[in-house]
């Protein structure tokens, strides 16, 4: 069995609903290598262990619409009558118990680590959109105060330009020389 192997298949079958991870019945019972009627018929024998949605639920008519829209390889689930069951990473550990196989548990350990992964990803994702969106609101203020800025030294600009027109309106005073001997006061 290889591992590279295995957490890439667990990678591509990982999928997000009711925002949270999960792994629909089929692809969970191919990687354990057992058929999914035989995954399912193990999980209605022990209700116990799968007590409510934080570990396993079935998908709405909608909802199991929406994935075979949205990934190819879960087609053959337009053809099924029911409405597949998905399981989040407790369902899947719950999962591998009732399965009781070598197999079972090495492709668990697998399986968990790949969502281990992704959640360590998400974080890591989500703090980098924090930071962008605070370096985008530091730019914002910092463009905000410089717009301030420049729009006080556009008005002293302003104010010194019509200074100067005024300056330059104003009657000249003084002396005209019109030729050597002649002198016409203004």
Do not use: W
């Not at 262990?49 to 087609?75: A, C, G, M, W």
């Amino acid at each position: 069995m290889d591992y590279s192997i295995l957490k890439q298949q667990a990678e591509s079958k990982i999928l997000f609903i009711r925002d949270k991870e999960v792994m629909i019945d089929a692809d969970l019972a191919e990687m354990y290598g057992v058929p999914t009627g035989e995954l399912n018929r193990r999980i209605r024998k022990n209700p116990q262990r799968f007590p409510n949605d934080l570990y396993s639920f079935e998908l709405t008519n909608e909802e199991k619409s929406d994935v075979i829209s949205k990934y190819q390889h879960l087609d053959k689930l337009k053809f099924s009558a029911h409405n597949p069951k998905v399981f989040t990473e407790y369902g899947v550990i719950m999962a591998s118990t009732i399965l009781d196989s070598d197999i079972a548990i090495q492709v668990c350990h697998i399986i968990v680590d790949t969502f281990i992964q992704l959640r360590k990803n998400q974080k890591n994702v989500d703090e980098l959109k924090a930071e962008i969106e605070h370096l985008r609101t530091t730019i914002d203020e910092q463009a905000q105060q410089y717009a301030t800025h420049f729009q006080v030294v556009f008005r002293e600009i302003q104010k010194l330009k019509e200074q100067v027109e005024i300056k330059s309106e104003a009657q000249s005073v003084g002396f005209v020389l019109t030729d050597k001997n002649t002198t016409e006061q203004n």
